[in-house]
Nanobody, 124 residues
Framework: QVQLVESGGGLVQAGGSLRLSCAASGRTFSSYGLGWFRQAPGKEREFVATISRSGGSTRYADSVKGRFTISRDNAKNTVYLQMNSLKPEDTAVYYC?????????????????WGQGTQVTVSS
């Protein structure tokens, strides 16, 4: 079992930055692939970014590529999402997710554990 708790969301103006954090419980954090997803009002939850167990490989949605950076610190059991050049369309609840996965999947079903989400609001 893995428990995930996100933090770092908030209100920011367009063009600004935020860094989300997701702290995980458990002793086997480094054995999980990790991802960030988001869900805007009235829309389905969508993939944002994922990172391999070692942190050596990453994958991003086209909509955030070049603006967002996912990273992890296995010593601190934490995964991060640095979000720069934020746009109003980035407004959503952001969720971190974990799974014993192979590769860099972008599919919700590949992740067994989810946090409660943190709200990000970007004003124009």
């Amino acid at each position: 079992q893995v428990q995930l708790v996100e933090s770092g969301g908030g209100l920011v103006q367009a063009g600004g930055s935020l860094r989300l954090s997701c702290a995980a419980s458990g002793r086997t954090f480094s054995s999980y692939g990790l991802g960030w997803f988001r869900q805007a009002p009235g829309k389905e939850r969508e993939f944002v970014a994922t990172i391999s167990r070692s942190g050596g490989s990453t994958r991003y949605a086209d909509s955030v590529k070049g603006r967002f950076t996912i990273s992890r610190d296995n010593a601190k059991n934490t995964v991060y999402l640095q979000m720069n050049s934020l746009k109003p369309e980035d407004t959503a609840v952001y969720y971190c997710a974990a799974g014993r996965i192979v590769g860099l999947p972008a599919t919700l079903g590949d992740y067994a554990y989810w946090g409660q989400g943190t709200q990000v609001t970007v004003s124009s």
